[in-house]
């Protein structure tokens, strides 16, 4: 479980249910507030095309928004939290709304699209049509992309990955990689996602044991890996009642070096625990250290919130720690920098022996702080937490928190959370895991 921007989806009987809605009321309210900004019934197809009609009547264009937390459940209900703007919005299914004889339906829909400009050559003559049919067609959007069902006649396949229970696993895993030929309207990623992930889940459906399957839909093609993060990634696990959905391109496009601080706290320890245990599972089907140190980053980001962390791996040929991951404040300009081993307090930590941690609340007052190598490039550096990336004695790296969100200084209940996660984390690492072997299918 990846604990960024998702989705949750039901099952198959479900989610045809939710494709044959029409109506949906949508409601739109600020974080803490009891008057809703917009509170109406649309009439749409998709819950994603009823959240923009919703946004549209507010002036506002888009669907869900970058970094909000989404999610859908049985019974069609969606709820998306927006943190960073303070939003809040539902859409739930809805019965055709009744109306007065003779007054209109009060539909919120869809902006129409402006009529064509009128041109000068003689126009064939016109078979009437009846004004119910015309306001149905002047309401309906116009899609600025192919439907799904078009997209799908042209996807690629790049990769696929298929694995059987074995001595490190018990589960079924398969994955599936596809080129996406155009740019996709908001919301047709998720449904075209979600039909190719139900016939990966038809032909595991008389396998017997724990079931993994993940589909990722990219904007490029690419042979021996990605240039870009996918435009969307869906996962589904069967111990589990829904699909996750991600959009890794988005959340890393939009991502800003400026860190997005949440006046949201985050949950007790022991929840954020069990969110660490539950997302650690994952790192059973990462392909390499990198993508592991990024996995880790994310994670770290969401349960202890700060406005910088990275993840430095050692180099052991130039004993040089090397910074693999990072995010928020400088994020872009620290990747890839190197620092010796043993210099500063990021030295010091790398002699930490197992489940230490050094917590410091003025960082710069400690004799051994080096602002080249501890200091956070366009941030005042105050309060600091290293947890050395260590498996059975053997240093692999160190993890790096900077300035807590939610406090001055990094609490014990952080601490507990990071050991945790650096603890799972260690142990990936220590077994030097590589890129799998990926069945390539062949171009045109």
């Given at each position: 479980m990846r604990l960024r921007q998702r989705s949750r989806l039901s099952s198959g009987a479900q989610q045809r249910?939710?494709?044959?809605?029409?109506?949906?009321?949508?409601?739109?309210?600020?974080?803490?507030?009891?008057?809703?900004?917009?509170?109406?019934?649309?009439?749409?197809?998709?819950?994603?095309?009823?959240?923009?009609?919703?946004?549209?009547?507010?002036?506002?264009?888009g669907g869900v928004p970058a970094g909000a937390s989404c999610n859908v459940k049985p019974n069609g209900t969606v709820t998306i939290q927006d943190a960073r703007e303070r939003r809040r919005y539902q859409i739930l299914p809805a019965e055709e709304p009744s109306a007065p004889p003779g007054t209109k339906r009060p539909i919120a829909s869809v902006p129409e699209?402006?009529?064509?400009?009128?041109?000068?050559?003689?126009?064939?003559?016109?078979?009437?049509?009846?004004?119910?049919?015309?306001?149905?067609?002047?309401?309906t959007p116009r899609p600025s992309a192919p439907p799904p069902d078009t997209v799908e006649s042209k996807l690629i396949l790049l990769a696929a990955r298929d694995e059987t229970p074995n001595a490190s696993s018990p589960i079924h895993f398969r994955e599936r990689m596809y080129?996406?030929?155009?740019?996709?309207?908001?919301?047709?990623?998720?449904?075209?996602?979600?039909?190719?992930?139900?016939?990966?889940?038809?032909?595991?459906?008389?396998?017997?044991?724990?079931?993994?399957?993940?589909?990722?839909l990219f904007d490029?093609?690419?042979?021996?890996?990605?240039?870009?993060?996918?435009?969307?990634?869906?996962?589904?696990?069967?111990?589990?009642?829904?699909?996750?959905?991600?959009?890794?391109?988005?959340?890393?496009?939009?991502?800003?070096?400026?860190?997005?601080?949440?006046?949201?706290?985050?949950p007790p320890t022991e929840d954020r625990l069990g969110a660490a245990f539950e997302a650690c599972h994952d790192l059973l089907f990462l392909k390499n250290r990198a993508e592991a140190l990024e996995f880790a980053v994310?994670?770290?980001?969401?349960?202890?919130?700060?406005?910088?962390?990275?993840?430095?791996?050692?180099?052991?040929?130039?004993?040089?720690?090397?910074?693999?991951?990072?995010?928020?404040?400088?994020?872009?300009?620290?990747?890839?920098?190197?620092?010796?081993?043993?210099?500063?307090?990021?030295?010091?930590?790398?002699?930490?022996?197992?489940?230490?941690?050094?917590?410091?609340?003025?960082?710069?007052?400690?004799?051994?702080?080096?602002e080249n190598i501890d200091g956070v490039p366009g941030m005042d550096t105050r309060a600091l937490l290293y947890r050395p990336l260590v498996h059975k004695g053997r240093l692999f790296g160190v993890l790096q928190l900077a300035n807590g969100i939610t406090g001055q200084v990094f609490t014990e209940a952080d601490c507990e959370v990071v050991d945790y996660i650096t603890q799972q984390l260690s142990i990936f690492v220590a077994k030097g895991a590589s890129i799998p072997k990926v069945a390539a299918v062949n171009e045109g």
């Open positions: 249910d939710l494709v044959a809605t029409k109506y949906w009321k949508v409601e739109i309210s600020r974080l803490g507030a009891s008057d809703p900004l917009f509170l109406g019934t649309v009439e749409a197809s998709t819950w994603p095309a009823a959240l923009q009609a919703g946004r549209a009547q507010l002036g506002e264009s699209i402006p009529a064509p400009a009128p041109v000068s050559a003689p126009m064939p003559p016109q078979v009437p049509v009846p004004s119910s049919v015309a306001a149905s067609r002047a309401r080129a996406v030929p155009v740019p996709l309207e908001p919301g047709t990623g998720e449904k075209l996602g979600t039909k190719l992930l139900r016939r990966v889940q038809q032909e595991l459906e008389k396998v017997r044991g724990p079931k993994f399957v993940r589909i990722e490029h093609i690419w042979k021996s890996a990605p240039e870009r993060a996918a435009v969307v990634r869906l996962e589904w696990k069967d111990w589990n009642t829904s699909i996750e959905i991600e959009f890794p391109l988005e959340d890393e496009t939009r991502h800003s070096d400026m860190p997005q601080i949440s006046s949201v706290p985050p994310h994670l770290l980001e969401e349960l202890v919130p700060c406005e910088a962390n990275a993840a430095f791996l050692l180099d052991v040929n130039t004993d040089e720690f090397r910074i693999v991951a990072a995010r928020g404040t400088g994020a872009r300009s620290r990747r890839g920098k190197a620092f010796p081993s043993s210099a500063g307090l990021l030295g010091a930590a790398s002699g930490l022996a197992e489940h230490a941690v050094l917590v410091l609340a003025d960082a710069a007052a400690d004799p051994r702080y080096d």
